[in-house]
């Protein structure tokens, strides 16, 4: 319908005019003619209901009706005018709902069509404004568009926006919910320019005051990645620390791929990928590397890679790992001293005369030389660098003992020497002197020699016993299976899990190790360049000894060997988790246990506690397993069961695993000798498995050991990695403590059942000791009777009867029949 009033207005810089006409279009059949049919009032104001006649001539007896038929409100004041149509006056609340108009034309009653009149009442409170986020980012010829959200309380509010952009469109978007007006805003800009950057400002108000929100907009001409390291660039960490690496990125568009990579400065090594955490915002990210309990191998250059669809970019972090210097000083016939460092910072030497038969450094000896910049034989980058300092031969006294100790900030090592008898000869022989010469050198090198730790193996297999008496096999006797070789160009290396003295061990990939497609990662152990024939020797009679054992699940299999062609590897299972010992320290503080009567029962005033664990625990001996690094996506995957926090059913599970593989161990007549839980590696699964890493171990200078004679004692056995004995000084009076029946207080999170075990292997009487088989038997039944208890959620209590009683235990089916074990003569071991 075209019936309306058409207005025509004009504006020039100093004036402005308006001119209107109404427009009546006539038709019998439509009388009214209704543009709107929802009016909005506040109340008290007045209003027009746009009813409108299509002929002046059928104005003349129009009337308001309400559309139900019932009476107007009393107190309705209204008007109509043919041109605008009817006007309510003084609208109050109680007049809204819906309205029609109506007129008579011969005879006939004409209705409008009926319009729904709202009553609001007056603004109280300014409308709200909400922008979206406070940035924006565009690059030249992109469209831009930002909506401006504003509420409303009333139909009463105007919105604009404030920008020097000049190809700007503006729509409004309103809607009407719950007695509030919501309207969307909208700005856009079909191809943004340089010009366009700047602020964006959206003002909206009402009779109750206004309200405004603002963004940003920058155009550029092309994408970017800005990468800024929250960190310095060059890092030295300490070995076994952890460190974080975070990069902190700007870019547009937005990133489509991300990953760190590590360059590791060992030839043939190939670099590892990580993802890291990534979080975002508005244009902004940020990307956190985690690297926990750093080793060697892990050193090196770690690049960060960002890439989007326009550009890409990268940044690089140079990660040195600082560890104490290794040294040694090498007999020679020569007229000097050399004392060979390495280690990261460079370390300085320091040479000490000691007493003539001193075994060990010690802080009060003479200080002879303090070379603080030795000479500087190898230094590359992310690697230890190797010095040497000469003490002049003729200086030195007569039958003393030298010291060299080389110190860097992680610490100190020393190496020591005994020089020999010097005797002035006159006058000297020219036939004497090479003779002497060779002699000093002969007597100097066999007393370093004796000096020197040596590679041994612990574990022995017993040939045949009398009494407490054994008669071991030699175990360069035993034959070596060729089945076990395996070709060195299947093996693919990686990062060195463990180093010591004599060798490492280094993860590795075996190809073909099994079956021809399979592809397995394994641990490789070996030894280092310099080993001499015993210590070679050494390796072979462990490789044969492992072969003669055989497979069993809970100790370090064998699974290969190269003896030909190269120098010797042996090739075991890989354990992912690490040594036990560490793998309880990681979780010490994660440990749940549901029995709420372990607690309850323990003596609050126990000298032994496990809760308070260290964090921090270094170990430079060498380590049968690698441990996973956060944010690899492979290594999520590998690692994800450790995130898995302890119970008492790990703990029981590990203590009956280890059992098992000492009961193998005994089945073989094989001793062990060195049975702790940093030989024990956690594989999947959390399957515990005993192993034998004699690479590393200097007995003289273990502190879990204590030396008298020719006998070494272990005195600290680390259970949930705590010393059970806090506070004693271990000497003879401890001794004599422990041969009177003196124990250790019961650890927490042990059941009563668990103490009672541990009580009967602590028996001053051999004989009432349990086999390892015994100890399988115990503990099977107490998980068996923790997992009932875990069913019928029903706590356990000392008095009932549900333990293992130690002493029944001995005599049930389950004990170890002597045949089993016709040479290993179980409970025969007394204290000493």
Known sequence: MDTGTYKCVYVNSSDKGVASV??????????????TFRIPVTRGDNVNLPCLITAPEYGSRVTLIMDDASPLSPGTNYSFSTEKGITLYNVQRHQKGYYRCQTVINGRIKKSSRIRLIVEEAAEKPVSVTMDPIDHVRIVGEPFEVTCRVISPSHKYDIKWVTAAKNVRSTKIPTFVDENYFINAVLSIPAVTLEDSGKYTCVANNSAGFKNASTMLRVVERGYILLTPVQATSQEVALGEDLKLQVQIEAYPKLVSWHWEHKSPFKNSESTKFVGEMISGNNWYNNTLFLSRLQEGERGLYTFY??????????????????????????????????????????RIEWYQCPTYSDRYNEDYKLLLNDSSPQVMSM????????????PFQDLGANFTFCCVAVNREGNTSDMLHSVFKHVMAPPNKLFSPILSTCVGTSVTGISFLQKPKYQVRWKIIEACEGNNYIFIDPTQLPYNEKWEFP???????????????????????????????????AVKMLKSSADTDEQEALMSELKIMSHLGHHENIVNLLGACTY????????????????????????????????????????????????????YIRRGVQGAVLGRGKSSEEEVETREDLRPLNLADLLQFSSQVAQGMAFLASKNCIHRDLAARNVLVSDGRVAKICDFGLARDIMNDSNYVVKGNLCRPTSYHPHGKSPYPGMVVNSKFYSMVKQGYQMARPDFAPLEM???????????????????????????????????DQTNLPSTAEE???????????????????GQPLLKSNNYQFC
């Open 22 to 35: 109404h427009l009546f279009v006539r038709d019998p059949d439509n009388v009214w003619y209704t543009p």
């Open 306 to 347: 960002a890439i989007n669809n326009e550009t890409e970019a990268s940044i690089n972090f140079s990660i040195s790992v600082k560890w104490s210097a290794t040294v040694w000083v090498p007999a020679n016939d020569s007229g000097n001293l050399h004392c060979t460092a390495a280690g990261y910072p460079a370390p």
């Open 380 to 391: 590359l980058s992310f690697q230890e660098v190797e010095v040497v300092s000469v003490l």
């Open 488 to 522: 060195r160009n299947n093996l693919q290396f990686g990062k060195t899990l463990g180093a010591g003295a004599f060798g490492k061990v280094v993860e590795a990939t075996a190809f073909g190790l099994g079956k021809e497609d399979s592809v397995l990662k394994v």
């Open 565 to 616: 062609g190269g120098p010797i590897l042996v090739i075991t299972e890989y354990c992912r988790y690490g040594d036990l010992l560490n793998f309880l320290r990681r979780k010490a503080e994660s440990i749940i246990i549901q029995d709420s009567s372990l607690d309850t029962s323990l003596d609050s005033t126990a000298d032994y506690k496990n809760i308070d664990l260290e964090k921090k």
């Open 755 to 789: 103490y009672t075990i541990m009580q009967a292997c602590w028996s001053l009487e051999p004989t009432q000791r349990p086999t390892f088989d015994q100890i399988c038997c115990f503990i099977q039944k107490e998980l068996e009777m923790h997992k009932e208890q």
């Open 801 to 819: 009867d549900s333990g293992c009683d130690t002493s029944g235990c001995c005599e049930e089916s389950c004990e170890q029949e002597q045949s």
